[in-house]
């Protein structure tokens, strides 16, 4: 009788653990999916995709206390339930949001696994939001059919800093706090250094630096050396998926409307700049992207798939073409 005991007893052990596990698990995804919540009804910023990311710290916290592949099961259980209360389930931003969630939890798992001795959450953080936005981006480029969407990620890679470095700080706050009541539980004995030593790693560092030189080396290639380049900007293209419906000069104050299916927007262009005045469509980003005059930027129209891009050259000699 001793020994069958003593043999069930790591079963049920096991079975304990994880059923606590379990509920941890639950109370981290209301967690999520409150965040989630709480972020969609904040101002949007006039950058596609620039979120601080709040919800990611539940997966950041979650993949040190349990590992990818419940971190996984959160962010897509979180985007899942977060766009059911929204009501943006199987839309685009359901689709950035998914994408550039499993991207990031599969940055910052690998970096954890191979490195994880160089970084601290912090550096993870910093990792997964640069990847968050690459992820959104590469979405974006899908739905829209044009690449000149990633001309957005020297910006959004800038503002994945401090964006980065907030939830990472916070998460490493959050694991100092944990790690010592859930390592036991878990049969880890001692907390693991990562989330008890100094806020700072040397892997930090060389995370944040990547991110810091790599939008400048972005920006210098996709703004500055085209608008040198060109004598000046004289016209807008304005795509709808992957079709021009309209070239527009930018010699003269105009006004243009664009029908996107259930996305309406009026153009407006002035001597040597364009921007879109109104929109319906409900995040206002390419309406907060303001005027743009320079050959090579453009202003995205995500959810109508829009795209009005500068471009130098010979001015058209036409008010408009439209397919």
């Known amino acids: 009788m001793t020994g069958a005991a003593a043999a069930g007893a790591p079963p049920r052990a096991r079975a304990h653990r994880s059923a606590q596990d379990v509920a941890r698990l639950g109370v981290f995804l209301a967690l999520g999916v409150a965040l989630h919540v709480l972020e969609a009804q904040l101002p949007a910023l006039p950058l596609p995709g620039a979120k601080v990311g709040l919800a990611n710290l539940v997966s950041l916290v979650a993949l040190h206390l349990w590992g990818a592949r419940e971190a996984f099961l959160l962010v897509v259980l979180r985007q899942v339930l977060g766009s059911l209360v929204i009501g943006t389930f199987l839309a685009a931003p359901f689709w950035f949001g998914l994408v550039g969630g499993v991207v990031s939890v599969a940055v910052m798992a690998a970096i954890l696994r191979w490195a994880g001795g160089w970084c601290s959450p912090v550096g993870l953080s910093l990792a997964g939001a640069a990847a968050h936005n690459l992820g959104q981006l590469l979405v974006a480029w899908g739905v829209t059919g044009q690449r000149a969407v990633l001309a957005y990620l020297p910006f959004l890679l800038l503002f994945s800093l401090p964006a980065g470095a907030l939830v990472g700080w916070g998460a490493h706050r959050i694991l100092a706090a944990l790690m010592p009541l859930v390592a036991p539980l878990q049969g880890r004995g001692e907390p693991e250094p990562l989330a008890t030593t100094k806020v700072l790693r040397p892997g930090d560092w060389a995370v944040g630096l990547g991110v810091t030189v790599l939008p400048g080396v972005l920006l210098w290639n996709t703004w500055v050396l085209p608008g040198a380049a060109d004598s000046g900007a004289v016209s807008a293209v304005v795509t709808v998926g992957d079709q021009v419906v309209a070239q527009l000069p930018l010699d003269r104050e105009a006004v ?20 879109v005045r109104t929109a319906t469509c409900p995040d206002q980003v390419c309406v907060l992207t303001g005027w743009i005059s320079r050959a090579g930027q453009s202003i995205v129209c995500l959810p109508g798939r829009v795209v009005v891009q500068v471009e130098g050259g010979q001015a058209a000699p036409y008010d408009a073409i439209t397919r």
């Open 256 to 275: 243009h409307p664009v029908d996107a299916g259930r996305i309406h927007l009026v153009v407006e262009t002035a001597p040597g700049r364009v921007r």
